[in-house]
């Protein structure tokens, strides 16, 4: 292995380069205004169109202009516009919604607690966490488990639990009670020799090792994505899970599966954790949720969570944590109708079907000189390009095929040189193929 440089200098020196060089070309070029959509394509203020092959960022499940969530917006607009969840209050959406998460949870949750961004939940949920340990009696048991290269968001709570140094440099960011272990991403971090299960049986000793070393009683929860996104689509070596979760279990540490770009079918199932059996104690769940056509985040807390936090709050007599927006009722009507769309049309089987299609025809370009690795599962998928020259800056060769593909009207996403494809959940199998006919004339005016 150690096909790439996996010292943290490394990556950090790769992470800036790249965020550099992606605020360098934005300056020298200007941004590229979008004035509609339709299915899974949108057009420019030039007419140009694309296909869509992010879904937005990795959000927009049932495509852009879609009338059953503009008439469920509309309608509850009508109805009433907004109201609040504070001092007793709700409404029939929130309620609705709320059940009907908890009915499709894949592990037995209690509670549903909702928020205007995943950023904003992730730092709501450790919030909790802490608030959870104190209730307990155990007000050492504060820190909290991420991972190299994850990503959970930008605000203090959660840019601290990211991994990507770009976003933590000059923010003073960690927070002393977030710590990060091994990235899971066997193409780059795993050793000579090494196969995936000895890989994950050492991301599994590497969070032990952490864990012994900060003091078990002093670790509260890990925090993941069940595939990571933003970081690379980093897919888990094979008995990941199952060997981190042993870990935790040993150490009575709580798991948050961070779903925000998993779930509602983007895996080809409806939950990241159900195609990696993973049972957490948090499920953060946004992006698809409404295929953002509103902000809407939700989370979902199980009774070991929850039932410390409700004991604390009677002691106190309240609990001080809230949002003005938080459970907005034409967001909850906007993923009511959202996830019904979804079901309706059958688009998680969907994305699993079509999604062999993409993932086997990017596979295609696993020996072509430019490519270093393809991967991914469902209908999210990454193809990470080698440098030009061992001199070459990260991220260099990546944004340079982010503007081939834009120039023949398709939008991917380079995450250093990472290309990202996780197009929209209704994309169809003709659509497909357009999108690898597209990246195979990329890759081959890359190598031009």
């Given at each position: 292995?150690?096909?790439m440089?996996?010292?943290?200098?490394?990556?950090?020196?790769?992470?800036?380069?790249?965020?550099?060089?992606?605020?360098?070309?934005?300056?020298?070029?200007?941004?590229?205004?979008?004035?509609?959509?339709?299915?899974?394509?949108?057009k420019?203020?030039?007419?140009?169109?694309?296909?869509?092959?992010?879904?937005?960022?990795?959000?927009?499940?049932?495509?852009?202009?879609?009338?059953?969530?503009?008439?469920?917006?509309?309608?509850?607009?009508?109805?009433?516009?907004?109201?609040?969840?504070?001092?007793?209050?709700?409404?029939?959406p929130?309620?609705?919604?709320?059940?009907?998460?908890?009915?499709?949870?894949?592990?037995?949750?209690?509670?549903v607690?909702?928020?205007?961004?995943?950023s904003?939940?992730?730092?709501?949920?450790?919030?909790?966490?802490?608030?959870?340990?104190?209730?307990?009696?155990?007000?050492?048991?504060?820190?909290?488990?991420?991972?190299?290269?994850?990503?959970?968001?930008?605000?203090?709570?959660?840019?601290?639990?990211?991994?990507?140094?770009?976003?933590?440099?000059?923010?003073?960011?960690?927070?002393?009670?977030?710590?990060?272990?091994?990235?899971p991403?066997?193409?780059?971090?795993?050793?000579?020799?090494?196969?995936?299960?000895?890989?994950?049986?050492?991301?599994?000793?590497?969070?032990?090792?952490?864990?012994?070393?900060?003091?078990?009683?002093t670790?509260?929860?890990?925090?993941?994505?069940?595939?990571?996104?933003?970081?690379?689509?980093?897919?888990?070596?094979?008995?990941?899970?199952?060997?981190?979760?042993?870990?935790?279990?040993?150490?009575?540490?709580?798991?948050?599966?961070?779903?925000?770009?998993?779930?509602?079918?983007?895996?080809?199932?409806?939950?990241?954790?159900?195609?990696?059996?993973?049972?957490?104690?948090?499920?953060?769940?946004?992006?698809?949720?409404?295929?953002?056509?509103?902000?809407?985040?939700?989370?979902?807390?199980?009774?070991?969570?929850?039932?410390?936090?409700?004991?604390?709050?009677?002691?106190?007599?309240?609990?001080?944590?809230?949002?003005?927006?938080?459970?907005?009722?034409?967001?909850?009507?906007?993923?009511?109708?959202?996830?019904?769309?979804?079901?309706?049309?059958?688009?998680?089987?969907?994305?699993?079907?079509?999604?062999?299609?993409?993932?086997?025809?990017?596979?295609?370009?696993?020996?072509h000189?430019?490519?270093?690795?393809?991967?991914?599962?469902?209908?999210?998928?990454a193809?990470?390009?080698?440098?030009?020259?061992?001199?070459?800056?990260?991220?260099?060769?990546?944004a340079?095929?982010?503007?081939?593909?834009?120039?023949?009207?398709?939008?991917s996403?380079?995450?250093?040189?990472?290309?990202?494809?996780?197009?929209?959940?209704?994309?169809?199998?003709?659509?497909?193929?357009?999108?690898?006919?597209?990246?195979?004339?990329?890759?081959?005016?890359?190598?031009?």
């Amino acid at each position: 292995m150690n096909i790439m440089p996996n010292s943290q200098e490394a990556r950090d020196i790769a992470y800036h380069m790249h965020a550099y060089t992606n605020a360098a070309r934005h300056a020298e070029v200007g941004p590229t205004v979008m004035t509609s959509g339709e299915g899974i394509y949108v057009k420019d203020n030039t007419g140009k169109r694309y296909i869509e092959a992010m879904a937005g960022l990795w959000s927009v499940a049932v495509g852009f202009s879609e009338q059953r969530l503009i008439d469920a917006a509309t309608q509850q607009m009508q109805a009433l516009p907004f109201y609040h969840n504070f001092t007793h209050k709700s409404h029939g959406p929130a309620i609705d919604l709320a059940e009907r998460l908890i009915g499709m949870a894949p592990v037995p949750m209690s509670k549903v607690h909702y928020t205007n961004s995943g950023s904003e939940a992730n730092d709501t949920i450790m919030k909790l966490i802490w608030y959870r340990s104190n209730a307990m009696g155990k007000p050492e048991k504060k820190k909290i488990i991420s991972r190299e290269r994850a990503y959970h968001g930008v605000t203090v709570g959660a840019g601290s639990l990211s991994g990507l140094s770009y976003m933590q440099q000059s923010f003073d960011l960690p927070i002393p009670q977030v710590l990060h272990t091994t990235c899971p991403h066997y193409w780059k971090e795993g050793c000579d020799g090494e196969t995936e299960e000895e890989f994950a049986s050492r991301c599994a000793q590497d969070l032990d090792d952490l864990i012994q070393a900060e003091g078990p009683d002093t670790v509260a929860a890990f925090y993941s994505e069940p595939l990571m996104g933003a970081g690379g689509v980093i897919v888990p070596p094979k008995t990941y899970w199952e060997k981190i979760q042993a870990v935790l279990n040993k150490y009575d540490i709580l798991l948050v599966a961070d779903e925000i770009i998993c779930a509602f079918g983007r895996t080809g199932k409806m939950f990241g954790c159900e195609t990696f059996d993973i049972q957490p104690d948090v499920m953060v769940m946004s992006k698809q949720l409404t295929s953002s056509y509103i902000p809407f985040t939700a989370f979902m807390i199980n009774d070991r969570v929850y039932e410390p936090i409700a004991e604390e709050s009677g002691r106190i007599g309240v609990l001080g944590h809230g949002l003005t927006g938080g459970g907005h009722p034409v967001g909850a009507a906007v993923a009511l109708e959202n996830l019904k769309i979804i079901g309706e049309r059958g688009l998680v089987a969907h994305a699993a079907d079509v999604g062999q299609e993409l993932q086997q025809g990017l596979r295609k370009f696993a020996d072509h000189d430019q490519v270093g690795e393809v991967r991914g599962v469902g209908l999210i998928a990454a193809m990470e390009l080698l440098p030009e020259t061992p001199d070459s800056p990260a991220g260099a060769i990546g944004a340079k095929m982010n503007a081939i593909l834009a120039e023949k009207g398709l939008i991917s996403r380079n995450m250093v040189d990472s290309m990202a494809f996780c197009p929209p959940l209704i994309i169809e199998k003709p659509q497909i193929a357009d999108i690898l006919s597209i990246v195979e004339q990329g890759l081959d005016d890359l190598a031009a």
